[in-house]
């Protein structure tokens, strides 16, 4: 089945302990990102990459850090997180240029 | 001033009414236009996208663009309990592949 996973689902830390979540996809997709999703925000991209070592800032990358070695993976790590990261973090992907993206199921973090 | 305005909600209709959700956006470059649902502790899946302007229908869904006023709308017909969920727009240019998301309307279909 063509999916994009996220582990963990939910996540409840404290300050400062560093952290990752992991992301891979099964479709070969090139292009891969991360959201973070916030009431009355909507979708902010934290991070992107358009292909293996190939990676860029979104709109709100600070605080976050990724990187891409493999291109089914693409984990997000927060070195030291804080509670204004608390929020629900998606992974997607999408082949190159084309306009449908698929989401992982989400990542729920608590930072306290 | 956000580059993409849509109205957070909630908006609650009852079963079999016509909804109507909106975004408006200042970027005259955009030109594609997408529509995704996202249901409860899920991720967003995309339901429908536009190229340009004029409209777009898949079912019980049309997707309707008007560039002139930067005004795009999504139209559900016979809207069903199952059509409740949060239903985000997003759009991007020609040359730049970056997609940029309205917050999102949360949608109620009252039984």
């Known amino acids: 089945e063509a999916q994009v996973t996220q582990n963990p689902r939910y996540l409840i830390t404290v300050t400062g302990k560093k952290l990752t979540v992991t992301c891979s996809q099964n479709?070969?997709?090139?292009?891969m990102s991360w959201y973070r999703q916030d009431p009355g925000l909507g979708l902010r991209q934290i991070y992107y990459s358009m292909n293996v070592e190939v990676t860029d800032k979104g709109d709100v990358p600070e605080g976050y850090k990724v990187s891409r070695k493999e291109k089914r993976n693409f984990p997000l790590i927060l070195e030291s997180p804080s509670p204004n990261q608390t929020s629900l973090y998606f992974c997607?992907?999408?082949?190159?240029?084309?306009?449908?993206?698929?989401f992982g199921p989400g990542t729920r973090l608590t930072v306290t | 001033q956000k580059e993409v305005e849509q109205d957070p909600g909630p908006l609650s209709v009852p079963e079999g009414a016509i909804v109507s959700l909106n975004c408006t956006y200042s970027?005259?470059?955009?030109?594609?236009f997408m529509w995704y649902r996202q249901y409860s502790r899920k991720g967003p899946e995309l339901l429908m996208y536009?190229?340009s302007s004029g409209n777009k229908e898949d079912g019980r869904f049309t997707a309707q663009v008007d560039k002139s006023s930067k005004y795009i709308s999504l139209f559900i017909r016979d809207s069903q309990p199952s059509d409740s969920a949060t239903y985000l727009c997003?759009?991007?240019?020609?040359?730049?592949?970056?997609?940029?998301w309205g917050a999102g309307t949360k949608l109620i279909i009252k039984p």
């Open positions: 997607a992907s999408r082949p190159g240029e084309a306009t449908k993206q698929y």
């Open positions: 479709m070969n997709h090139e292009y």
């Open positions: 997003a759009m991007r240019g020609d040359s730049n592949y970056q997609l940029i």
């Open positions: 536009t190229y």
């Open positions: 970027n005259s470059a955009f030109q594609y």
